[in-house]
């Protein structure tokens, strides 16, 4: 069980993407509220020009009120030196508000996601929070377990967008994730646009009908906007019945690509698939892991290398993100040159500007000897 930040979190999503030519091809223009423009892509460029990472994630409290089996959330290792979730002091009313935003001007991302824990705990707070993210122009995400009402004035704001982890159908969701179980979403969600997301695990491939079966549900509901899914994430060394063999993923690959020409929700494209066959191979070769920075819930510690913390095993990784992200790295935007290019050489050039700046953004993992970061030059123009 993957924990409400897991794709997920920082990021403009897979529902960015839609078809259409050129950079337009990866973007949702044509929807009430846009995920994410070809002007605010480029901007994003312009933000690791100048040394900035442009997908902030932040555990705004470490409060959830379920204890999923698997939530890594809580584990030991989600966080360095020892320090876990549940230990560390976090913040509610106007420290909450005033640090999170303070932590938003610093950084001055391009996306914010907001996560836990279970966000909604403090949804007093985020009702304050999210105008103010939406007046300032930056996209939010807000992850959520749906075991709280969503706001109803939530859905009028701008860039603002709220995502509900369901995971599975009712046999294996409501025994996982109670309280959060499908009566209670359902009457939560009630009148709202919302986002599902959903962790594939391996005791769902073992029915046979069981995908199409959870697409139709959540298809046929009109407060799901679109669906949008992540395989299940182990750790390096996991050995647990959640996860994915490769002869899964074939097939998971396989049978999504059929259930999206059916289910127009459904956001899974080819290249999403070959990412979840292919995932990157270490948080040097991810593109995710290199545009965004996460903190827990003290603001202050941050979950390294990606969202997941902890030593994610990139191998096998499953994260929605992730995989539209490193689909998308190979797409042309002029001529011979891939966003990957655009990418790799903007961060090269925002290492130097960090240098020269005195207070540098977080880019650590920026700073790789991985195979990844070693054979690309500055721009790399295909023959
Ligand atoms: S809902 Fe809470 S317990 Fe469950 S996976 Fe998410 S953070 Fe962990
Ligand atoms: S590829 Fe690795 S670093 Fe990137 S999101 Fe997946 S687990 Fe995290």
Sequence with gaps: MQPEHDWTTTCPGPGSYSQGSGI?????????????????????????????????SIEITRECPLSCPGCYAYGENHLSGGVTLAKLSDYHGDALVDRVLNLVREHKPLHVSLVGGEPLVRHRELSRILPELSAMGIFTLVVSSGVIPIPAEWNSLPRVRVAISVDGLPEHHDIRRK????????????????????????????????????????????????????????QVGEQSPEMLSPEDRVYLADELLRLAEI?????????????????????????????????????????????????????????????????????????????????????????????????????????????????????????
């Design 263 to 383: 289910y127009p929700k459904l956001l899974f494209k080819d290249g999403i698939a070959k990412a979840i066959l292919r995932p990157p191979a270490s948080p040097a070769d991810c593109v995710f892991a290199k545009l965004s920075v996460n903190y827990t819930a003290d603001l202050r510690t941050r979950v390294e290398p990606c969202v997941f913390g902890g030593t994610p095993d990139c191998s096998q990784c499953g994260c929605a993100i992730s995989s539209a992200l490193h689909w998308i790295r190979n797409a042309r935007v002029a001529g011979p040159l891939k966003i990957d290019h655009f990418i790799s050489s903007s961060v090269k050039v925002g290492l130097l500007a960090n240098r020269i700046r005195s207070r540098s953004a977080h880019t650590s993992r920026w700073i790789s000897t991985g195979p990844a970061a070693t054979k690309e030059g500055l721009v790399q123009i295909q023959s």
């Design 179 to 234: 309280p959060a179980t499908y009566e209670r979403i359902l009457k939560n969600i009630k009148g709202r646009k919302i986002n599902v997301h959903w962790v594939i695990t391996r005791p769902m491939l073992e029915r046979p009908g069981y995908l199409e079966e959870y697409v139709a549900f959540w298809s046929g509901r009109e407060e799901a906007d679109r669906i949008w899914l992540s395989v299940y994430t182990p």
């Design 24 to 56: 337009s091809k990866y973007m949702r223009t044509n929807v009430q509220n846009p995920t994410i423009t070809p002007r605010e892509l480029i901007s994003a460029w312009g933000r690791i020009l100048n040394g900035r990472l442009p997908m902030l």
